[in-house]
Structures are given as C-alpha cells and as structure tokens.
Nanobody, 119 residues
Framework: QVQLVESGGGLVQAGGSLRLSCASSGSIRKSDMYWYRQAPGKERELVASINSGGSTNYADSVKGRFTISRDNAKNTLYLQMNSLKPEDTAVYYC??????????????WGQGTQVTISS
C-alpha cells in the first residue's frame, strides 16, 4: 500500500507563489503522477500530469504559471505555482498511478493540501 503526503499549501496573496510537494512511501520511478484540485462546490479537476518518462501536460487554466516536476530519487512530486489567482483556491491532491502488470491499474491519492489565494 502506497501512502502519499502533500505539503506546501497555505494562504498567499494574488500574484504570489507556492510550491507543493507530494512525498510517496514507495518508489515513483515507474509511475505516472498527477496533481488535481477541488474548489468548494466544484468537481475535482486535473491540473497537471507527468509520466514516468518526464513528459508533462497542463490544464489550460494553469499553463505558463504552474510547473510539475518529479524527483525519483526522493520519491517526491512537486507543483511550482506562480502568478497565483484567487480562482486557484482549492484543495490540491496528488495521485500516483501504478500499473504493476498489464491490465491492472491502481490509483493512490494523498489527503490534500489547502491552497488559498487572497485578492
């Protein structure tokens, strides 16, 4: 069983920056990793992803402002968030997708970290 622990959330003013971290209890080297967020009253949405090869994708709303990265040696996923806006306020979750054998996929989630952006 993999455990993911997010950290780095907090309260910042619009235009500021935060760096989220997601530490895994297991190796992330072969896993695709994701950041999601959920604002009050809204569905959880995909913010960014990075596959095991390092290729990244971003939601249009965060392109150019957020950067996802990974450190396989530290089993840690990161999300650098710059030029933050009030609409970025949400609980941010990391997800790790494990595919140990063909046809079997397991998703592990962290507990979330609150990000609040004041205007």
């Amino acid at each position: 069983q993999v455990q993911l622990v997010e950290s780095g959330g907090g309260l910042v003013q619009a235009g500021g920056s935060l760096r989220l971290s997601c530490a895994s209890s297991g190796s992330i080297r072969k896993s695709d990793m994701y950041w999601y967020r959920q604002a009050p009253g809204k569905e959880r949405e995909l913010v960014a992803s990075i596959n095991s090869g390092g290729s990244t994708n971003y939601a249009d709303s965060v392109k150019g402002r957020f950067t996802i990265s990974r450190d396989n040696a530290k089993n840690t996923l990161y999300l650098q968030m710059n030029s933050l806006k009030p609409e970025d306020t949400a609980v941010y979750y990391c997800k790790m997708r494990v595919a140990p054998v063909v046809g079997a996929v397991y998703d592990y989630w962290g507990q979330g970290t609150q990000v609040t952006i004041s205007s």
